[in-house]
């Protein structure tokens, strides 16, 4: 067994892990990167790429039935599922020489094709190495937790690992799970011409604003995507083609195909955590807001630290425990100015808390503030009217921000930047957009916090009759 000593090492070659090793390599530290499965992880293999891929090619079908209000007559389109799913494979492999062992490579990174595990505290076993390190980062991602529903052990299902290398179109999709995985899948699938029914066990976007989720459902439904909510399953059977799914009422529905959509799994199992003094949960590495394990030399980031399940969180990430492992610097990561999107369409967005969550944070020091899309003009010129933006500001700053329209997920940026910079709500108001563009709708929204104050106030009124009189 050869050994290594190195400066830092990664356990896990996905969006958190890959994004340490570039930037602690090029600040000239030593690291060993050990990935155990493809390069790239979740990400880039079978979650955010893929499912957008599949998104963009459900879009040009969608709009091709949708054409008839601008002057367009609606064609059924003809798909071509297999050819879809090259198209996501072509995409994937766009973006791989990015997150590739030979780029790694060449910018300095030992890189060892492996499944790590720790076998004391400072040292991890990959493959034919033992790698001695200063300090080492747990970066190894979720996995599709498939709860133990009575019958799933004989019955044939997808989860995001599986799906898009589906290459027959399914007549009838079942989705369990009304998440950001079950949501985007369950719409993408519609607009390729699958009947699609998802069985949620609570509400579809719970972790959303239940009025912004509700108008992207709506247009979901209106689309013919069947959507059962409160509907916990409670039993699956039959076989490929011919799927049963148990609603705990006793409604039972069929359908051809069965995707799991009910949540990640971090993915711990063999790792050694104990070895190493690593304390952990069944949702991740026990660390605080440095990102720091029980064992002061060992890390989490990404899915694995238990937070927050996103690409770009696990980016963030990244900066926070560079910051400490190269500079000795402290750093702290926050979840406040974080942003999320869900890529349906409507998209649905959000920083900070909700108005409910605000609400109970600021009580009555809380005043939203809302502009419904149907009142911008590009979104009425685009037909693209549903849709709202709340803004949740405490003593003249946001706080939270939800937007259920069109690019939500573009429009969000402002506000996280906002928000991370603990920026004004007249900034955001006294700021010249180009017109029309829907990031006008953040715009309204925040002058809607002075036009009470400027617009009904009796104050203001007599201001402006006594300066009239008297302004030459
Ligand atoms: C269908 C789907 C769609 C998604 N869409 C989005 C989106 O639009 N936007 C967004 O921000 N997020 C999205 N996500 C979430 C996003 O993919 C994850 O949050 C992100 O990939 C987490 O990055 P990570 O570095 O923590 O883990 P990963 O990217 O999962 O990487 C972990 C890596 O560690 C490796 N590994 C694990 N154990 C070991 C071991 N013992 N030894 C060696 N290697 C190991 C794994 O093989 C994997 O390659 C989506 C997820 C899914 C499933
Ligand atoms: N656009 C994005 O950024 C994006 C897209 C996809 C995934 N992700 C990430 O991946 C994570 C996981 O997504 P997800 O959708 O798998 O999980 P999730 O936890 O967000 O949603 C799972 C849903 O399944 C339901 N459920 C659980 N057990 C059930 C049962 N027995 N019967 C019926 N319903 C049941 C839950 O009530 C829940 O609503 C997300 O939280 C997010 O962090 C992000």
């Given at each position: 067994?050869?050994?290594?000593?190195?400066?830092?090492?990664?356990?896990?070659?996905?969006?958190?892990?890959?994004?340490?090793?570039?930037?602690?390599?090029?600040?000239?530290?030593?690291?060993?990167?050990?990935?155990?499965?493809?390069?790239?992880?979740?990400?880039?293999?079978?979650?955010?790429?893929?499912?957008?891929?599949?998104?963009?090619?459900?879009?040009?079908?969608?709009?091709?039935?949708?054409?008839?209000?601008?002057?367009?007559?609606?064609?059924?389109?003809?798909?071509?599922?297999?050819?879809?799913?090259?198209?996501?494979?072509?995409?994937?492999?766009?973006?791989?020489?990015?997150?590739?062992?030979?780029?790694?490579?060449?910018?300095?990174?030992?890189?060892?094709?492996?499944?790590?595990?720790?076998?004391?505290?400072?040292?991890?076993?990959?493959?034919e190495?033992?790698?001695?390190?200063?300090?080492?980062?747990?970066?190894?991602?979720?996995?599709?937790?498939?709860?133990?529903?009575?019958?799933?052990?004989?019955?044939?299902?997808?989860?995001?690992?599986?799906?898009?290398?589906?290459?027959?179109?399914?007549?009838?999709?079942?989705?369990?799970?009304?998440?950001p995985?079950?949501?985007?899948?369950?719409?993408?699938?519609?607009?390729?011409g699958?009947?699609?029914?998802?069985?949620?066990?609570?509400?579809?976007?719970?972790?959303?604003?239940p009025?912004?989720?509700?108008?992207?459902?709506?247009?979901?439904?209106?689309?013919?995507?069947?959507?059962?909510?409160?509907?916990?399953?409670?039993?699956?059977?039959?076989?490929?083609?011919?799927?049963?799914?148990?609603?705990?009422?006793?409604?039972?529905?069929?359908?051809?195909h069965?995707?799991?959509?009910?949540?990640?799994?971090v993915?711990?199992?063999?790792?050694?955590?104990?070895?190493?003094?690593?304390?952990?949960?069944?949702?991740?590495?026990?660390?605080?807001?440095?990102?720091?394990?029980?064992?002061?030399?060992?890390?989490?980031?990404?899915?694995?630290?238990?937070?927050?399940?996103?690409?770009?969180?696990?980016?963030?990430?990244?900066?926070?425990?560079?910051?400490?492992?190269?500079?000795?610097?402290?750093?702290?990561?926050?979840?406040?100015?974080?942003?999320?999107?869900?890529?349906?369409?409507?998209?649905?967005?959000?920083?900070g808390?909700?108005?409910?969550?605000?609400?109970?944070?600021?009580?009555?020091?809380?005043?939203?503030?809302?502009?419904?899309?149907?009142?911008?003009?590009?979104?009425?010129?685009?037909?693209?009217?549903?849709?709202?933006?709340?803004?949740?500001?405490?003593?003249?700053?946001?706080?939270?921000?939800?937007?259920?329209?069109?690019?939500?997920?573009?429009?969000?940026?402002?506000?996280?930047?906002a928000?991370?910079?603990?920026?004004?709500?007249?900034?955001?108001?006294?700021?010249?957009?180009?017109?029309p563009?829907?990031?006008?709708?953040?715009?309204?929204?925040?002058?809607?916090?002075?036009?009470?104050?400027?617009?009904?106030?009796?104050?203001?009124?007599r201001?402006?009759?006594?300066?009239q009189?008297?302004?030459?």
């Open positions: 067994m050869e050994m290594i000593e190195t400066d830092i090492c990664i356990i896990g070659a996905g969006s958190g892990g890959l994004s340490i090793a570039a930037g602690a390599v090029q600040m000239g530290a030593r690291v060993v990167l050990i990935e155990g499965g493809e390069m790239g992880g979740d990400c880039l293999n079978a979650g955010c790429v893929p499912s957008k891929a599949l998104i963009a090619s459900a879009k040009h079908a969608h709009a091709m039935t949708t054409g008839a209000a601008f002057g367009i007559a609606p064609v059924t389109p003809e798909i071509d599922f297999a050819a879809v799913k090259d198209h996501v494979a072509e995409v994937i492999a766009g973006i791989a020489p990015l997150d590739s062992q030979e780029r790694f490579e060449g910018l300095g990174v030992r890189v060892i094709r492996a499944w790590a595990k720790f076998t004391g505290p400072k040292e991890v076993e990959a493959g190495y033992r790698i001695k390190a200063r300090r080492f980062v747990v970066a190894t991602g979720s996995h599709p937790f498939v709860p133990p529903i009575p019958g799933i052990e004989a019955v044939p299902y997808l989860t995001n690992e599986t799906i898009f290398a589906q290459r027959e179109r399914p007549d009838h999709l079942i989705v369990i799970g009304g998440g995985i079950g949501m985007e899948m369950a719409q993408a699938h519609r607009r390729l699958c009947k699609v029914t998802v069985v949620e066990g609570a509400k579809a976007f719970g972790r959303d604003d009025e912004a989720a509700a108008v992207v459902l709506t247009a979901m439904r209106n689309e013919g995507v069947e959507v059962l909510e409160d509907a916990p399953v409670v039993r699956v059977g039959g076989q490929e083609g011919a799927i049963e799914v148990e609603i705990k009422d006793g409604r039972v529905v069929h359908g051809s069965l995707l799991m959509a009910v949540g990640r799994q993915s711990l199992d063999g790792l050694g955590l104990e070895a190493a003094g690593v304390e952990f949960t069944r949702k991740g590495v026990t660390v605080g807001a440095d990102l720091r394990s029980s064992n002061p030399k060992v890390y989490a980031v990404g899915d694995a630290a238990g937070g927050l399940q996103f690409t770009h969180v696990a980016g963030y990430h990244a900066g926070v425990v560079i910051r400490q492992m190269l500079f000795g610097l402290p750093s702290k990561a926050s979840t406040a100015h974080i942003p999320w999107a869900t890529y349906t369409d409507p998209e649905l967005a959000q920083v808390p909700t108005e409910v969550e605000a609400r109970k944070i600021h009580g009555d020091a809380l005043t939203v503030l809302r502009f419904e899309f149907a009142e911008n003009d590009r979104a009425r010129a685009m037909r693209e009217t549903e849709g709202l933006i709340k803004v949740m500001v405490v003593k003249g700053r946001p706080v939270g921000v939800t937007i259920a329209g069109a690019q939500a997920g573009e429009l969000i940026g402002l506000w996280a930047m928000i991370a910079a603990k920026i004004k709500i007249s900034a955001i108001a006294g700021t010249v957009l180009p017109y563009t829907l990031s006008e709708v953040s715009k309204r929204a925040a002058g809607a916090y002075f036009s009470p104050k400027l617009f009904d106030n009796p104050m203001v009124k201001v402006v009759g006594v300066v009189r008297y302004l030459p």
